[in-house]
């Protein structure tokens, strides 16, 4: 034998597939939504095409749709028009998310899982995560309040809260108030990495929730660094929280797999609405370019660690995986 043929493991479509060491299936995908008030809206984002700011009545045939297509679990925003300085809407009975919230349990009770993000940035008039005062960030009222409005998502029919404001101790200032209140059963997906990333901008023009003053520096990781992040998962998983998150995940892949080999929790990574926005772009209406450039971004984040990946591809999924 002069040399080894691993080729043979390449030979054929059925045996790569046989061999494939990575996987991805529908079960593993989250979608995100994007809800507003109205009625009849299914309006596009110009910033990532083939993604809709929803109305409710909209959103519950496009949840149909993702069902049939095997995407069962789903990450709810909700864009609010009338923002103040507490961001007091967040936890409104009758806000945006609560509404929708109550809206898909009504129709689809457990055939689907709700999970939502709990943060201030999209409610605030300012534009930060956070309750501010003397323009700087109060991290303990702010956990406070991001705990009630935890509580007002379990309250409407939430299964998981995902708080991604990305302050000290809210994950276990919300499993606190959870517990308390009777939603022990409530669980916690915590944005525990989160980075100060240039990948969120189209996500922020959906809210229109840049910061009007400031960066988010002073609380999102800094990208330069690992070992902090690290530190934020295990402090998440001491407090609680049942799933942890590393986002963005393309530019963070050596996050998620230091995390994987770390901890021993489900481990959730976010594929960010830049990432999305970027394959789009470099596709440029190629649908078999785009689908080869996304499956090749999502296997490289499940190949990387990630359990469960929160992407705007995740429709997609199905479909492609059965071509």
Known sequence: MEYNRLRRLRSTKAIRDLTAQTNIETKNFILPYFVVEGEKIKSEIISMPGIYRFSIDNLLVDVK???????????IFGIEENKTKTGSSAYARN????????????????KITLIT????????????????????IDNDT????????????AQAGADFTAPSAMMD??????????????????????YSAKYASNLYSPFRDIFDSSPKFGDRQTYQMDIRNSNQAMLELEYDIQEHADIVMVKPALFYLDI?????????????????????AMIKKLADGNE????????????????????????????????WISE
């Open 65 to 75: 749709d993702s069902v049939s297509k095997g995407i069962k679990t789903f990450l």
């Open 95 to 110: 806000g945006i998310i609560q509404k929708v919230l109550r809206a898909l349990k009504d129709k689809f009770a457990d």
């Open 117 to 136: 993000d709990v943060c201030l940035c999209g409610f605030t008039d300012h534009g930060h995560c956070a309750i501010i005062n003397s323009e700087k």
């Open 142 to 153: 702010t956990i406070n309040v991001l705990a009630k409005t935890a509580l007002s998502h």
């Open 169 to 190: 101790g809210q994950v276990l200032s919300i499993r606190r108030m959870l517990d308390n209140q009777g939603y022990a059963d409530v669980g916690i997906m915590a």
């Open 256 to 276: 998620i797999c230091k995390a994987k080999q770390l901890f021993n929790v489900p481990l959730a990574a976010y594929n960010v609405s830049g990432e999305y």
């Open 288 to 319: 078999k370019l785009e689908k080869a450039l996304a499956m090749e971004s999502l296997i490289s984040i499940k190949r990387a660690g990630a359990d469960i990946i929160i992407s705007y591809f995740a429709k997609n999924i199905g479909s």
